[in-house]
């Protein structure tokens, strides 16, 4: 793919509508993404305060609360059907609009075509489209909160019946319309950009970059793109069958029911079919979320600390066996739902599986520490944070997936403490990871490492002081989704936890604006990345300049010769060897660097 | 980069030294947080409690493991200084090496397959044929009650039909049936006795529900459409709270019944006390 000079002339003379707001380039995408997916992890970031705010003292009215929804709080309490949709707007915008977003739209986009040597994605109109679509999602989910009855108030499974009917619960009327059209077109952004991940990544590599060299950043993102394709479609499928039977008077999901006081007459129905469709995404979902978090980390890892990965390719084994079993295990979701129980048990077997290629790989990441020059940066720190965490919330999986014990935690807060160290806070920690290291690289400036440092050590505290008590909460029985835990007679024990575990969690919402301060602040304030590569790493994208021009490469593309994470190498001068440098001996015609 | 190498190295060596005392203190908080409150977990009141707490702690003592072994590595590499000079070189891809991962692995392996052996078997006496003897009860989810049904002197439980269902007859209950005549129908309260295994059939007028009684350790869906079941043998007289755990709407949070364990003769006159549903308001 050789670009003559002629058309690097004709990209610079574009108008600034074309370059910045409309543009094809994918790093102008990825940084759209970028901006948009953390203004939706704000928003959800508020929605967590308020999910806490009345957990923990629910009971008490507060003026500001009222000022602030006057529908949503009259009085000053916030109303059950407002909690409600309070909780699932947050669960689906940080799961859908914020991580899944933000590690493949922003940092999958930017770092693919890097990474692999290319000039942008095989198809950047399309990946254009994916993100306007995507804007379109986020906008249509917000404004939901407008309508009569209030967003979707059904949880973020949106389970049948109970959203199927306005009179089951208020955000079953149009917020729960305007949800499923949010995440029609979501889906859509989703498949636009992961098939351009997939082809750009098998078909566009530069000369020498064979699939074995490819850094794991750039398989995370590439693996995870594969299960959205075979899954999201599924989902999509489901969400259009629920727009029938809410509008069009099909049942698909609806047997005949009595709801607020009415007789609901179909012809005929199953609720389980719909748990069948959302979990064949929703559990391949959280790998979607998972492997690309692996990879980044794997990047950071290895440069930090200054040695190869240790087993590559068995990391490689490992992600391509989770793939295949993330597909196959949706079933652990509904271990209690009437589910055959031989099929359960199945699923709870290939279920526990999976700890076997995730512990694998973390493994592998532990070894890779091993006698290593360690350098304690932030996205270090971001990084080792991610290991102690992934492995907590993998072993409060080991509890769930195990059928028997399920029978007792599933639906209480042990899930909800799980998913939100393993996904919520390791996901998080790799995208505040990839967020330090690669800024220099995107924006050209440092972030402020004094900050960075601060915002570790209030979000690590906070993440543990939050979500672990929850599983504990769990063991003793308190279930999710409850607007107020006082109620029951053997849940009152844990009222003074719910309120210390608001006061954590308020502390880590608000430990998040440290990180919001250094990233504006940083973006024009921050120390220049005059280095292309300050970090010393060996991957691609740092062997061009901080931000890359148009067209990533300077007249001709890099040539690589040799794997990501050639560090150490007792025949190297410098601790590290770049894929682009030439070999000694090697007569070289320029790589495209200089 | 702006800062020598020394100035970096000896930095590094401080954030080193904080991290690794960090993990190791979040991993004594963790067993401290597990360990100081574990009896706080409803006392097991059923004969499958204990089984299911066996495994629990099986996976536990199993976390346990990997859970400080792993923390006790990253505390000792961050809290060991780093290299001075260079980092020791391992090519990337030397299979004999890989040993020290499969090794571990193997092991988790083996634990996995154990615990979910003895998962297995709780699960298919849960799942399976329940006692022939056992003591048979209705409940009928609707957005926020448990309508209890008891089948009556004929033991048998009557015909239901949606389309009869009103404010007057919650179920739908036919009593064109004859074997409806005499079912007992309660809402938000249950009597079972105690040692005698207790089937209680599921289901739903409306959306999920999700019957859940945390001194039995169990839990399971009422699935309108569907009839699903749950069994157990209470081991312990007492009331106990019945809870709902799949989210079905506004008053989920409050939609909450009585489990009375008592002895089967104070369960039988307590039932002879009951009108049956088809002589209420006569
Ligand atoms: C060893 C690995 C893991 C195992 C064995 C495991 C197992 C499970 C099981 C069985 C459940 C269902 C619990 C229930 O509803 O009763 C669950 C829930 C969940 N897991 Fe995991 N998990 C693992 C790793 C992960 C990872 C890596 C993520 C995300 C990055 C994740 C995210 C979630 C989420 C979001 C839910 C809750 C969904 C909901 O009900 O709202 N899990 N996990
Ligand atoms: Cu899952
Ligand atoms: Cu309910």
């Known amino acids: ?594 | 980069m702006a800062v020598s190498q020394q100035q970096a190295s000896s930095r590094d060596r401080r954030t080193g030294f904080v991290l690794g005392v960090a993990l190791w203190l979040f991993t004594l908080a963790t067993l401290w947080l597990f360990g100081a409150n574990l009896h706080k977990m409803p006392p097991p009141a059923s004969d499958f409690a204990p089984q299911i707490d066996a495994i629990l702690w099986v996976i536990l003592g199993i976390s346990v493991i990997g859970f400080v072994g792993l923390h006790l590595y990253l505390g000792w590499v961050a809290l060991s200084r780093p290299a001075e000079v260079r980092a020791i070189y391992l090519p990337a891809d030397r299979p004999k090496e890989w040993l020290w991962v499969l090794v571990p692995i193997g092991l988790l392996l083996v634990a996995d397959l154990t615990f979910d052996h003895m998962s297995n078997k709780v699960w298919g006496a849960f799942f399976g044929k329940p006692p022939a003897n056992a003591f048979e009860v209705e409940v009928t989810g609707q957005q926020f009650a448990w309508h209890v049904r008891y089948p009556g002197a004929d033991g048998r439980f009557g015909r239901t039909n949606p389309r009869l269902i009103s404010d007057e007859n919650p179920i739908g209950l036919d009593l064109s049936d004859p074997a409806a005549r005499d079912d007992i129908l309660l809402i938000n309260v249950m009597h079972v006795p105690e040692g005698r295994p207790v089937m209680i059939y599921l289901r739903s007028r409306d959306v999920l529900h999700s019957f859940f009684l945390p001194p039995m350790r169990i839990k399971m869906d009422c699935v309108p459409g569907y009839t699903t079941r749950m069994w157990f043998t209470p081991q312990r007289k007492g009331n106990y709270e019945i809870a709902c755990a799949e989210l079905c709407g506004m008053g989920h949070y409050n939609m909450k019944g009585l489990l009375v364990v008592e002895d089967e003769q104070a369960v039988q006159n307590w039932l002879a006390q009951q009108t049956p549903f088809s002589k209420r308001g006569q």
């Not at chain 1, 305007?178 to 590599?205: P, Q």
């Not at chain 1, 806070?425 to 995208?431: P, Q």
Request: aromatic share 14%; net charge neutral; proline share 5%.
């Open chain 1, 1 to 594: 793919m050789a670009v003559h000079a002629e058309h690097l002339a004709h990209a610079h003379s574009e108008s600034w509508i074309r370059k910045y707001v409309f543009s094809t380039d994918h790093k102008v995408i990825a940084t759209q993404y970028i901006f948009t997916a953390y203004f939706m992890a704000l928003l959800g970031g508020l929605l967590a305060a308020l999910i806490r705010y009345q957990l923990g003292w629910g009971d008490q009215a507060s003026p500001l609360l009222e000022r602030l929804f006057p529908f949503g709080a009259q009085g000053g309490v916030i109303k059950p059907e407002f909690y409600l949709a309070i909780i699932t707007i947050h669960g689906t915008i940080l799961v859908f609009h914020f991580q899944t977003m933000m590690l493949t739209g922003g940092f999958g986009n930017y770092l693919i075509p890097l990474q692999i040597g290319a000039r942008d994605m095989a198809f950047p109109v399309l990946n254009m489209l994916s993100y306007w679509v995507f804007l379109a999602s986020c906008v249509v989910m917000l404004l939901s909160f407008l309508v009569e009855g209030g967003a979707a108030a059904a949880g973020w499974t949106v389970y049948p019946p109970l959203s199927v009917h306005a009179a089951a619960v208020a955000g079953s009327g149009l917020g729960q319309t305007i949800w499923l059209l949010s995440m029609a077109l979501l889906i859509v952004a989703t498949l636009m950009g992961g098939l351009n991940y997939i082809v750009t990544t098998l078909n566009l590599r530069t000369k020498g970059m064979s699939l074995m060299r490819l850094p794991l950043s750039t398989w995370g993102v590439f693996f995870a793109s594969v299960i959205g394709l075979v899954t999201f479609p599924v989902l999509l499928a489901g969400a259009i069958l629920l727009l029938l039977d809410r509008h069009l008077g099909t049942s698909f999901y609806m047997p005949t029911v009595y709801i607020g006081g009415q007789l609901v007459e179909t012809r005929g129905g199953n609720p389980l079919l719909w748990q069948h469709l959302f979990w064949y995404l929703g559990h391949p979902e959280v790998y979607i979320l998972a492997i690309p978090a692996l990879g980044f980390i794997g990047d950071i890892i290895a440069t930090f600390s200054r040695k190869p990965i240790f087993g590559y390719r068995l990391i490689i084994i490992s992600f391509v066996v989770m793939t295949i079993l993330s597909c196959i295990v949706w079933g652990h979701h509904m271990f209690t739902s009437g589910l055959n129980p031989y099929i359960a048990m199945v699923f709870s077997l290939l279920t526990i599986l999976i700890s076997v290629p995730f512990g694998t790989i973390i493994l592998c990441y532990a070894a890779t520490l091993w006698k290593g020059k360690i350098q304690f940066t932030t996205p270090m720190l971001f990084a080792i944070g991610f290991l102690s965490l992934v492995v907590t919330g993998g072993l409060g999986g080991l509890f769930l997936g195990t059928a028997s014990t399920d029978l007792y935690l599933h639906d209480t807060a042990f899930v909800v403490g799980h998913f939100h160290v393993i996904m919520a806070s390791s996901v998080l920690f790799a995208i505040f990871a990839a967020t330090y290291y690669w800024f220099p690289k995107i924006f050209g400036r440092f972030m402020s490492e004094s900050l960075g440092k601060w915002h570790f050590w209030l979000t690590f505290i906070g993440v543990y002081a939050t979500f672990v008590p929850m599983h504990v909460m769990g063991l003793g029985g308190m279930m999710r989704r409850i607007y107020s835990p006082h109620a029951y007679q053997y849940l009152q024990q844990w009222v003074p936890w719910e309120r210390v575990i608001s006061i954590f969690g308020l502390i880590l919402i608000g430990a998040q604006l440290l990180f919001v301060v250094n990233f504006f602040w940083s973006l024009f304030k921050g120390r220049r990345a005059t280095d292309p590569n300050p970090w010393r790493a060996n991957t691609l994208e740092w062997q061009t300049s901080s931000p890359p021009p148009h067209l990533n490469w300077g007249e001709e593309q890099p040539v690589v010769y040799r794997g990501p994470y050639e560090f150490s190498r007792p025949d190297t001068a410098e601790d590290y060897l770049p894929q682009n440098t030439p070999p000694v001996g090697v007569e070289v015609s320029g790589n495209g660097v200089r």
